[in-house]
Nanobody
């Protein structure tokens, strides 16, 4: 099974930005759809963004216009650029490869003044 390692989380003030990264082990990274999810304690994990093999991305309504997902297949990496962050974006963010239900360990994002 693939290993997914997220990084880039942290504490940021409302209106600030963060860029999350997720590096995948293994080969043929470019053929896989990849997702970013987030989870708040006591709530279900929520799909935030998905990127296709061709690089086309789709977003949850709550983050449209503020978040951008991208991929660099040469680096086996997907990114989530998060701008204009709001307190309600506070969550643990997870990278996911749906084809084999692989998950990373998560990275905490906290938006607070």
């Amino acid at each position: 099974q693939v290993q997914l390692v997220e990084s880039g989380g942290g504490l940021v003030q409302p209106g600030g930005s963060l860029r999350l990264s997720c590096v995948a082990s293994g080969n043929m990274f470019s053929i896989y759809i990849m997702n970013w999810y987030r989870q708040v304690p006591g709530k279900q994990r929520e799909l935030v963004a998905q990127i296709s093999r061709s690089g086309a991305a789709n977003y949850a309504i709550a983050v449209q216009g503020r978040f951008t997902m991208s991929r660099d297949n040469a680096k086996n990496t997907v990114y989530l650029q998060m701008n204009n962050l709001k307190p309600e974006d506070t969550a643990v963010y997870y990278c996911n490869r749906p084809q084999d239900n692989s998950w990373g360990q998560g990275t905490q994002v906290t938006v607070s003044s």
